[in-house]
C-alpha cells in the first residue's frame, strides 16, 4: 500500500465531527491536507471543535462564507482549484450535503481527482431543500461513496450508482460512542445569549436546536415553534446558530417565553451531555435526530420531510409542524435494542480501509 495524499475538505460543524474520526485513523498510512472553506468561523462553531475533538489544525483556510448560495459555492470551488492545483492529490475527501461538500466535489471531479464521499445516498426526495441538491450532485460525480445505512444504499442503487458504493456505518454513531460521556450536564455551565450563565438539572428540560433555512426565514415559523416549546412544564434549553440569533433573541424577548433559555452554540462534548440530561429532544438537525436515536431519547423533528427514517420507528422519532410538535412528544416511544441501523461505530476503520484500497 502506497502513501497517498489526500485533501479532505471541510467548512461546517458537522464535518468537523466527521473529519475527527477519520483523520486519526486516516493519517497513519497518508497524508492528509485538512482544507477548510471557512463557511463557519464563529469561534464555538469552528475552532472549538478542533480543540475539544484535537483535530489538527487545517493546512488551509479559505475564508469564505455567507452571501447566497451560488455565490458562496462558487467562490468555494475557484479557491479549492487553486489548491489542489499546487497539492496534487491522488483524492478528495468530502463530507455531508453542505455548500462546502458540493464546492469541493465538483472543484475535484473537474481536475479528474477521485472524490470520496462520507454520508452518501441520504434522499430527502424534496428538491426545495437545499442540502438536497448538494447531495446527489455530490453523489453522481464521486468515485468511491460511502453509504451510511442499509436505506442510502437503496436510493444509491435506485439511482444506478451500484458499483462506486459501500455500506460504511455513520460516523456520527462513532463519535458518539467514543466522546459520550466525557462530561455530565450537572458539571456545566452555559453562557447565557442575554448574558450571564445557566445551568440545567438533570430530566428536568427539553433540547431544542433549530437552524434550518426551511425553519428560520421567517418570524413566523420560529415562533410557532417557540410557542410550543414554552407551553410545556419544563425549560427549554436552545444554543442558537448564528444564523438566526437575533430572530431568536427578539422573539423570546418580544413574546415573553419564559421557559425558552437561549445560550450560544456549545461545542460538540457540552452538546452530547445536554443530549444525554436532557428529557427529549426538539431539532431540525440531521446531526442531532440520530444522536437522540443513539441515546434513546425521543425525538420530535420540526420538518415535513424525513432526511433520516431509519429513525421514524416506534415513536423514537416523528416528524412534525410546529402546530403538533407536542401532541408528537408526549406519543412513548419502544426501544428495540437490536435495531442498529447505523452501524458498528466503526465507519471511520471501513472509509480508511476503502480510501487506502481504492486505485483508478
Ligand atoms: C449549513 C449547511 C446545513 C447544515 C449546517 C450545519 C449548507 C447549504 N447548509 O447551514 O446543511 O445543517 O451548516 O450547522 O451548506 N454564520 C455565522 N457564523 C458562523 C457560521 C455561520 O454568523 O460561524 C452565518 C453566516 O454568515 C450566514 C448564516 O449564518 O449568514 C448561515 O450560514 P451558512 O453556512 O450559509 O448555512 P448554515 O445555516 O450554517
Ligand atoms: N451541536 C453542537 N453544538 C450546538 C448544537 C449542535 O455541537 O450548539 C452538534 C450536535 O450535537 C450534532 C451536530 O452539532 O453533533 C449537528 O450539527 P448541525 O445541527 O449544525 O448540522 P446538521 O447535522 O443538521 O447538518
Redesign the pocket.
Known amino acids: 500500500m502506497h502513501e497517498k495524499k489526500i485533501v479532505t475538505v471541510v467548512?461546517?460543524?458537522?464535518q468537523f465531527i466527521k473529519a475527527a474520526m477519520v483523520s486519526k485513523t486516516l493519517r497513519i498510512h497518508n497524508n492528509e491536507i485538512l482544507l477548510h472553506t471557512g463557511?463557519?468561523?464563529?469561534y464555538n462553531?469552528?475552532k472549538l471543535f478542533f480543540e475539544e475533538m484535537e483535530i489538527p489544525e487545517p493546512d488551509y483556510n479559505l475564508g469564505i462564507?455567507?452571501?447566497s448560495?451560488a455565490r458562496?459555492t462558487g467562490e468555494m470551488m475557484i479557491a479549492i482549484e487553486e489548491v489542489l492545483l499546487k497539492e496534487k492529490p491522488d483524492g478528495v475527501l468530502v463530507y455531508?450535503?453542505?455548500?462546502?461538500?458540493l464546492a469541493g466535489a465538483l472543484s475535484a471531479t473537474k481536475l479528474h481527482i477521485p472524490v470520496y464521499h462520507v454520508e452518501a445516498g441520504t434522499r430527502t426526495h424534496c428538491r426545495t431543500n437545499?442540502?438536497e441538491i448538494?447531495r446527489i450532485c455530490t453523489d453522481h460525480i464521486s468515485s468511491v461513496l460511502f453509504a451510511c445505512t442499509d436505506l442510502n444504499m437503496k436510493e444509491l442503487i435506485n439511482e444506478g450508482l451500484e458499483k462506486s458504493s459501500i455500506i460504511s456505518g455513520d460516523l456520527m454513531f462513532d463519535a458518539y460512542c467514543h466522546y459520550s460521556g466525557y462530561k455530565r450536564i450537572s458539571d456545566l455551565q452555559f453562557p447565557k445569549l442575554s448574558g450571564g450563565y445557566t445551568s440545567v438539572n438533570e430530566d428536568e428540560y427539553y433540547y431544542l436546536t433549530c437552524?434550518?433555512?426551511e425553519n428560520t426565514k421567517d418570524d413566523d415559523c420560529l415562533l410557532n415553534i417557540l410557542k410550543a416549546m414554552n407551553s410545556l412544564s419544563y425549560n427549554t434549553i436552545y444554543p442558537v446558530?448564528?444564523?438566526n440569533?437575533e430572530r431568536a433573541e427578539r422573539l423570546v424577548r418580544e413574546n415573553r417565553l419564559e421557559r425558552i433559555i437561549l445560550i450560544e452554540p456549545v461545542g460538540y462534548i457540552e452538546s452530547l451531555a445536554l443530549l444525554n440530561g436532557c428529557k427529549a429532544v426538539v431539532t431540525d438537525?440531521?446531526?442531532l435526530q440520530r444522536e437522540a436515536f443513539f441515546a434513546e431519547k425521543k425525538c420530535v423533528t420540526v420538518l415535513n420531510f424525513a432526511v433520516w427514517p431509519e429513525t421514524l420507528v416506534d415513536g423514537r422519532n416523528s416528524l412534525a409542524s410546529p402546530e403538533n410538535i407536542v401532541d408528537r412528544l408526549f406519543e412513548k416511544q419502544k426501544i428495540n435494542k437490536g435495531y442498529l441501523p447505523f452501524g458498528d461505530g466503526k465507519a471511520s476503520v471501513k472509509i480508511v480501509d476503502e480510501i487506502n484500497r481504492f486505485e483508478l
Open positions: 467548512g461546517a460543524r458537522p463557511q463557519h468561523y464563529d462553531m469552528s462564507s455567507g452571501g448560495h458562496m455531508g450535503d453542505t455548500n462546502s461538500t437545499p442540502e448538494n437552524h434550518r433555512e446558530h448564528p444564523r440569533k438537525s440531521g446531526g
